[in-house]
């Protein structure tokens, strides 16, 4: 009995990898053309918020939001949530109206296909070049300059460790929305690590919970308060996760 779940949960995970791909192939020629200039990236993004919401639904996820919070079109943010799984990035693509860019790591560029896509359409960061993370902040003032939000994790990886609720936060978040002077938003993704984590014979459909919290101005903020502002996003958010975990045991 155990054999045939390990058959069905690698065939459904199989089944994610086909669903991702074979959309992007079939709108190919159109994700050329959306990926070709940043004026059409607000479409490109409605684009990808539709493949995204396919991609979970035929998972058989169902995502259950929780937060009132409302966001001024044209007004940028700093979306932010906790990073477990794969399924992440699809997850905020569906819950966050507001066009957003992700930063994200250079080594994704190595995907077939997605790849490609994935170099025009985000700011790729090389963690172990300081240039690197210098040209990210040039990268997404052009970004804020025409509108558009900014999505980092700032975990800055999946913990490997499967029994780590929360990762230490990397400074990029803060760093840049004191820079920019934007506000971040920070979100909670209880269910990711769960329903499909990097752990192969894991995970299940079923609710993806979003808990979006209370936003945290930078407004005349400097740069020497992102430890403050990192440290009590932490606290906030790992308390909401712990909490969870009790409530559920």
Not at 232 to 247: A, R
């Given at each position: 009995m155990e054999i045939i779940k390990i058959i069905l949960r690698s065939l459904w995970r199989v089944w994610f990898y086909v669903v991702a791909g074979s959309i992007i192939i079939v709108l190919l020629p159109v994700l050329l053309i959306l990926t070709s200039h940043e004026r059409f990236y607000s479409i490109f993004y409605k684009l990808a918020r539709w493949w995204a919401k396919v991609v979970i639904f035929l998972m058989g996820f169902k995502v259950k939001i929780e937060g009132n919070q409302k966001f001024e079109n044209g007004k940028s943010y700093m979306f932010s949530a906790n990073h477990t799984s794969m399924i992440d990035a699809f997850l905020m693509l569906a819950v966050v109206k507001n066009p957003i860019v992700f930063v994200g790591k250079q080594e994704l560029v190595k995907l077939p296909i997605f790849g490609f896509f994935y170099k025009r359409t985000c700011i790729l960061v090389d963690r172990s070049n300081s240039e690197s993370r210098k040209n990210v902040y040039e990268s997404a003032q052009r970004k804020l300059n025409r509108g558009f939000s900014v999505c980092i994790f700032p975990e800055g990886l999946v913990p490997s460790d499967e029994s780590i609720v929360l990762s230490?936060?990397?400074?990029?978040?803060?760093?840049?929305?004191?820079?920019?002077?934007?506000?971040?938003?920070?979100?909670?993704?209880?269910?990711?690590?769960?329903?499909?984590?990097?752990?192969?014979?894991?995970?299940?459909?079923?609710?993806?919970?979003?808990?979006?919290?209370?936003?945290?101005?930078?407004?005349?903020?400097?740069?020497?308060?992102?430890?403050?502002?990192?440290?009590?996003?932490?606290?906030?958010?790992?308390?909401?996760?712990?909490?969870?975990?009790?409530?559920?045991?």
């Open positions: 230490d936060f990397r400074n990029g978040v803060f760093s840049l929305s004191i820079e920019h002077q934007i506000p971040i938003v920070p979100m909670i993704f209880y269910d990711c690590k769960n329903r499909f984590s990097y752990t192969i014979n894991s995970g299940s459909p079923g609710i993806l919970r979003v808990k979006i919290l209370d936003v945290i101005e930078t407004e005349n903020l400097i740069i020497n308060d992102k430890d403050m502002i990192r440290e009590k996003m932490f606290s906030i958010m790992y308390q909401e996760l712990i909490t969870d975990l009790k409530n559920h045991q």
